[in-house]
């Protein structure tokens, strides 16, 4: 058994890591002889021996530069298709494409034969050339802004056999373009199965291996970032961000370690939060204890870090799933919904913050942060009531794909 997967997998993504981490597993579990073929944009042997998987080269240029006036590599006179090639043979013995998981159907860019949509339009005629299924995983359904935009975005998610999204407002979002409510089911982010295993020891150690002295210190885990945020990131930004570390130092006596959850520096040096956790860190009076974390760390080593600290900030949504699945209490500031989603998951809705109250003079942002750091013992307890509910409900995910594979063929 063989399925196709497309996604964000090869952009040095946590989060994408870890759902993809959780579906790997899962499949295993119910069939053991199953082949991933992830198409990527970079393809890394030792992602693929990491996480079990088999790369090939999508239809991506390797840098926005060399796709500067120039359709999707493959496509242009002149260019080499032995990728095309390899593409069309891959899922002509595929059992399955599967497209996702998280917040892939955007149209920030979209031109003929360029941008997300138009991509996996392609790889859906595809697939329906091939008379292959199509399942869409996980997906949080970002409102698209152009018309053209919703049509790629109804045709790719009506020609799937499976659709599948991680909350309410995803599906509600589908309903608005015609597709019925009927087709579309609601799953959490596969990332809430996420294993927890006692990793202390390889979290500490990575620590004194980043120069960072662990005895008699505790620690609080920041995620921050700097794109794709709803709230506009004004000049004043890293330094409200800095003032926050220092605060929380001064009052809660803990160390503070800036742990990267995405470390893509291709294009955009600050798509890799350790660029912006390098700016904030100049900015920080206390900096013997403040701590950035410089190297790109997987899944597994990352986990192992969240286990050594009290609590996690973060304004990521799988900072907060990684760091929950550890039973480590988490905080969220918001810079837009999908940071927020996994809060209302977890029922820990009272701990949200939204970006644009921090430079608000009538919310006390330190004191909120305080407080929830005190009443860590009570966010524990949420996670460990919820979380095994959703954690039971990810492995839906896998039945569904095997279900999907058994109906369509005899493999």
């Known amino acids: 058994m063989k399925i196709m997967l497309a996604g964000g997998y090869d952009t040095e993504n946590l989060g994408d890591h870890g759902m993809l981490v959780v579906l790997i597993r899962d499949l295993k579990k119910f069939e053991s002889k199953i082949e991933i073929v992830l198409l990527s944009r970079h393809p890394d042997p030792m992602f693929d021996k990491l996480y ?6 999508n239809l991506d240029h390797k840098t926005k530069k060399e796709s500067l006036g120039r359709w999707f590599n493959g496509l242009n006179y002149g260019d080499d298709t032995n990728h095309l090639h390899t593409i069309w043979q891959e899922l002509k013995t595929s059992n399955l494409l599967v497209i996702g998981g998280g917040r892939l159907f955007i149209d920030i860019t979209l031109d003929f034969m360029r941008g997300p ?20 995983f ?36 589908l309903i608005k373009i015609g597709i019925p409510n009927s087709r579309v089911q609601i799953i959490p982010d596969p990332a809430f199965g996420l294993d927890y295993k006692n990793r202390k020891q390889n979290g500490f150690q990575i620590l004194t291996d980043a120069g960072i ?18 709230s506009s990131v004004n000049e004043n930004y890293c330094k409200t961000l800095a003032t926050i570390c220092d605060k929380l130092h001064e009052y809660l006596g803990v160390d503070i370690l ?17 660029e912006l956790y390098k700016d904030i860190y100049k900015l920080c009076n206390f900096k013997n204890n403040i701590h950035v974390l410089n190297k790109r760390y997987n ?46 998951e977890l029922n820990l809705s009272d701990y949200i913050i939204k970006l644009s109250d921090l430079n608000r003079k009538d919310i006390d942002i330190i004191e909120k942060l305080v407080s929830a750091y005190k009443k860590r013992e009570v966010i524990k307890n949420k996670l460990t009531n919820r979380l095994p ?11 569904i794909i095997l279900d999907v594979i058994k109906s369509n063929q005899n493999y």
């Not at 002295?213 to 794709?228: D, L």
Request: hydrophobic residues 40%; positive net charge; proline residues 5%.
């Open 258 to 274: 800036f742990v990267p959850q995405m470390t893509y520096n291709i294009d955009n040096p600050y798509n890799d939060d350790r």
């Open 117 to 136: 949509l138009p991509y996996y339009a392609l790889l859906v005629t595809l697939a329906k050339f091939l008379g292959k299924p199509i399942m869409i």
């Open 52 to 57: 079990n998987v088999r790369s090939i080269l």
């Open 389 to 399: 509910e959703l954690q039971k409900k990810t492995t839906k995910y896998a039945k």
């Open 299 to 344: 899944v597994y080593e990352t986990l192992s870090i969240y286990q050594c600290c009290e609590m996690v900030y973060s304004m990521r949504r799988h900072g907060i799933i990684f760091a929950a699945t550890q039973y480590v209490p988490v905080f969220a500031i918001s810079g837009e919904r999908n940071t927020s989603y996994p809060m209302f």
């Open 213 to 230: 002295r662990v005895n008699g210190k505790k620690f609080v885990a920041m995620n921050f970032r700097y794109t794709h945020l709803e």
């Open 138 to 173: 996980a997906k949080t359904i970002v409102p698209v802004k152009t018309d053209l935009g919703r049509d790629y975005l109804k045709y790719i998610v009506s020609n799937a056999d499976v659709i599948t999204v991680r909350e309410k407002a995803s599906a509600e979002e």
